[in-house]
């Protein structure tokens, strides 16, 4: 799982009139939470750019004064307007409690109904997953080589590990199409059967 690093420091006062000024100097106010207890601080509003533009998930290492402190990011507001980062927070990770993130899905190998002329659909491209810090996934890895023209993959046909996926077990997560190209070519090779 990627890292991102990030440098914070504690908030003196809380509320409105702190807040308010702490986005004037180009920070977000944040929290932490998770581990019993809570942090108040904030942060550089660039910082958020590595988290927020990257579609890969993320853990990330908070520095407040001297101290390091391993999160994820749990919720985040935007102002309604300017969509800049409004206020962020953290849950500080724990080895031995389950998290839950979206984790995106890929795909490996080229699949036979797309060589036939197929078309592969997304049906999900990302999943729930339930796991231990130390046992996250940064990727759903499906190898797709024996999906034909009309099969798909189901959650309940991902092989896990170590974590659990908490999508309905009878959802699908991609699939192949049936198109005119492989209409065709399913009609070509009945007639080279006969």
Avoid: W
């Amino acid at each position: 799982m990627r890292v991102v690093s990030m440098s914070g420091s504690l908030r003196e006062n809380v509320g409105k009139k702190d807040a308010k000024a702490l986005r004037r100097d180009a920070k977000v106010p944040c929290v932490m939470y998770g581990k019993g207890e809570q942090y108040l601080f904030s942060v550089d509003q660039t910082a958020f750019q590595r988290i927020l533009f990257n579609p890969e998930p993320c853990y990330v290492k908070i520095s407040i004064n001297g101290t390091d402190h391993m999160a994820m990011l749990k919720d985040i507001d935007f102002h309604p307007v300017t969509e800049i980062v409004y206020h962020a927070d953290f849950y500080e990770l724990t080895d031995d409690k389950p998290i839950v993130m979206s984790i995106p899905v890929h795909t490996t190998g080229t699949s036979k109904g797309v060589m036939k002329g197929g078309k592969l659909a997304y049906k999900q491209k990302r999943l729930n997953v339930k796991a231990l810090p130390a046992d996250m996934p940064s990727e759903v890895l499906l190898d797709i080589t024996n999906l034909d023209v009309n099969q798909r993959i189901r959650v309940q046909d991902i092989a896990t590990e170590n974590y659990c996926i908490l999508n309905p077990k009878s959802s699908e997560v991609v699939n192949v199409l049936s198109t005119r190209a492989s209409a065709t070519a399913g009609d070509g090779e009945e007639a080279a059967a006969e």
